[in-house]
């Protein structure tokens, strides 16, 4: 930024209108930050508290949500009736349509497979091994967008992968077939993240109209996923539903709903790395809320893994100072 000269009249309202231009990053960083602490517990509660074991329906359920949420949105014109607003639905191109059923196949896939590695791992277990997503973006990022980080940058991955490798090898309640649906989640979302970015920036597409279109194809495709596989869910719901169930399930689709928006938000402000960096925030959160929740036994190799995690994460977020720091102690040492 210049410098003014101090003869020079500032303009009323500028320092505040630039020093509050970030709070929308900021309340939906936070917001990011608590519904994704609360969905995963919400999901668990749903699927051991409630023994309600239906995964492909609750991530219907949650794609209603968005799609009623979202509609209403829309229908009061909130969104889209703007000047200067992104363009409707009607007015995208033939490509950035197709691009939003491939977000919205990925968005599906990552849902499901988020919910089906619940049903058979520990929370903790399963958010610290989601802490390497950011690593995985950024290597997605490279291959697929050209895209070129700083050594500094990588280096911090180095703890984030060596943590979550002590989390597996310290899990005392190891499940494989959970392992393997984390591993598919966990790249899925980051597939999903770039397709955001991409949509988001490029396309110049609206956060809840983006959120809106894609959830119809996903919902549409998971409802038949679950009438294939879950069927007795429906009914299970209506006869044997008590009202703890049925508040649990509002609570997880509100919590999906803020989460998908606010993720929206910070994947068009930022970038994709950024959203999964805040994603780790929600790590430790849901490691004491399941620790809070569900009990179960903690092993001293995944403390060790979660703080190395939370390590690296502060590394990345703060490569540029971790640089400047390294570089002035080799100066000192060259002395």
Known sequence: MELVEITTPAEPGTGVAS?????????????????????????????????????????????????LF??????????????????????????AKRRVFLLSLTFCASIAFGNLALRHAEIAFAQVLYAASPLVTMLLSQLLQRRAYAAMEYAAMLPVCLGASLSVLGELRFNQIGCIF??????????????????????????ILLLFIMSLPSFLLLLSCTLLFESRAFWELLTQGTARLWM?????????????????????????????????????????????????????????????????????QNSDAVTHLVILWKARWRR
């Not at 620790?291 to 939370?310: C, D, I, R």
């Open 19 to 67: 020093s509050w231009r970030w709070l929308p990053v900021v309340v939906s960083g936070t917001t990011l930050v608590l519904s994704g602490v609360g969905i995963a517990s919400l999901n668990k509660w749903v699927f051991v508290g409630c023994a309600f074991p239906f995964p492909l329906f609750l991530s219907a359920l949650h794609m209603l949500s968005a799609i």
């Open 182 to 207: 984390i591993c598919i989640t966990m790249v899925l979302r980051s597939v999903k993240s770039i397709q955001q970015g991409v949509l988001l920036q490029e396309e110049n597409i609206d956060t």
């Open 70 to 95: 979202n509609a209403a949105l829309l229908r009061l014109g909130l969104v889209c009736g703007r000047p200067g607003s992104p363009p409707p639905l009607r007015a995208l191109p033939l490509a």
């Open 248 to 316: 649990s399930l509002l609570l997880s689709c509100s919590s999906s709903v803020l989460y998908n928006l606010s993720g929206f938000y910070v994947v068009k402000h930022t970038s994709a790395v950024t959203l999964h960096l805040l994603g780790n925030l929600v790590v430790l959160g849901n490691v004491l809320t399941s620790q809070a929740v569900f009990g179960g036994p903690v092993s001293k190799l995944g403390v060790a893994g979660t703080v190395l995690t939370l390590i690296g994460v502060l590394v990345y």
